[in-house]
């Protein structure tokens, strides 16, 4: 973030991306950026749509930059999904982070082995992080010049850069604190890294992009929006688009619902917002309404739980009142994670996404699943998916940027 910080800081247009199924550094990346990053992520999408979408939409951009997801060859299956795997797919220049906080010169065989593994990934450099002193930084330096690795700087232990949760780092009093603290580290990166020879070495021909016929669709598609509903894949939205017009709403100013043929209600941390949300009672009459009169609902995780009966907290101590649209009701109470990446099959139609959750379903038997779901590792999962008339709701995030949405009613 500070990077992405620091190049706009500069004047510089930069395209943000992100390794991997996760909507919450996209919204980081945006934050820092004041662009909206992409996914790039090979068990969701084929090779050539993570091409065009690398191409299409870095190519006005002066620099592009794709966060990496856990370690550089950490994948679904070996290197599989890996930050290793889309960088070798478009021939992006790696830049490694090492944690040096209590390592010196045992750096180097992790360095050699990092730079020397693959062939087909191009490591152009480290930048060390945490680093307590310049004599400390000497150490590192002297490991990157024995094993041929450039250093291009480092970043000070600086305690006051300590993150908020995620969850709370989503939410609106928090952003004026990460603000200040994407300067700080552009401050820092500014200071102790030399970002004009790592732009120098980075520099390459971009890669040609074929232009995607839009679809001209006639529908109207209203999306929630705000503070509670928000985590959507930027491509996911483009092929909305190009099926029609987008109408966007927010639940927790009580907007109403708009006339639409499909609405989305994308996840998000409803359960914060859980007080509001139970007194939009006119919003809900107008979800059931529209339901029960056949219309296509989408909802997925946090927009699921806004459909079902009620929400209880964490501590279990207060549950709220959701639409009761579909006869389940949902817990924090003791909740573990779920997630993963998910698949199912519908209608002869492969479907792809990702479950990342807290919450769960009481009594799921209230209402059968419609569809089996599998691991990366082709493995049944108990996720469900529900369908009431024409809702179809669960607790994954589909992506669907090279898909039409409206086949999922095929089930």
Not at 346 to 364: K, Q, T
């Amino acid at each position: 973030m500070g990077f992405l910080r620091l190049l706009k800081r500069q004047g510089i247009q930069v395209q943000p991306f992100k390794c991997g199924p996760d909507y919450i550094d996209t919204r980081f990346h945006s934050l820092a950026s004041g662009a909206a990053s992409i996914n790039l992520d090979t068990w969701l999408a084929s090779e050539e749509h993570l091409r065009y979408l690398y191409s299409s939409y870095g190519k006005d951009a002066d620099v592009c930059v794709v966060e990496g997801v856990m370690g550089l060859f950490d994948g679904y299956s070996r290197m599989k999904g890996s930050s290793a795997e889309v960088a070798a797919l478009m021939d992006i220049p790696v830049l490694l982070l090492v944690n040096a906080r209590s390592i010196a010169y045992s750096v180097a065989p992790l360095l050699s082995g990092l730079a020397n593994f693959s062939p087909n990934v191009r490591i152009i450099g480290v930048v060390f992080n945490q680093v307590s002193s310049i004599s400390h930084y000497a150490h590192l330096q002297e490991a990157c010049q024995d094993v041929g690795v450039e250093c291009f700087g480092y970043l000070p232990n600086t305690k006051s850069l300590k993150m908020p949760s995620r969850q709370l780092g989503l939410a609106f009093g928090a952003k004026k604190r990460m603000d200040l603290q994407m300067d700080q580290a552009a401050e820092l990166i500014d200071k102790h890294v030399n970002i004009g020879r790592l732009l120098e070495v980075c520099e390459r021909p971009f890669p040609g992009c074929e232009e995607k016929l839009d679809s001209s669709g006639n529908l109207t598609i209203a999306v929630a929006r705000d503070a509670a509903f928000n985590f959507v894949y930027r491509e996911n939205i483009a092929q909305l688009d190009r099926l029609g017009k987008i109408l966007y709403f927010s639940p927790l100013k009580g907007d109403a619902l708009p006339a639409a043929d499909l609405v989305y209600f994308p996840g998000g941390y409803p359960e914060l917002y859980a007080y509001r949300l139970q007194k939009q009672e006119r919003l809900m009459n107008e979800l059931k309404k529209y339901v029960e009169n056949g219309g296509h609902l989408l909802a997925e995780c946090g927009g699921m739980i806004f459909l079902s009966r009620s929400l209880v907290t964490r501590t279990g101590e207060k549950r709220y009142m959701m639409s009761g649209i579909l006869p389940l009701d949902c817990t924090m109470e003791n909740a573990r994670l779920h997630l993963g990446y998910r698949k199912m099959s519908i209608a002869g139609s492969e479907w792809r996404g990702h479950e990342f959750h807290y919450s769960e379903v009481v009594l799921p038997e209230a209402i059968p699943s419609v569809a089996t779901q599998q691991n990366a590792k082709g493995i049944d999962v108990p996720t469900p998916l529900y369908r009431y008339k024409n809702v179809i709701a669960g607790f994954t995030h589909w992506y669907w940027g090279e898909k039409d949405i409206m086949d999922l009613w095929n089930l």
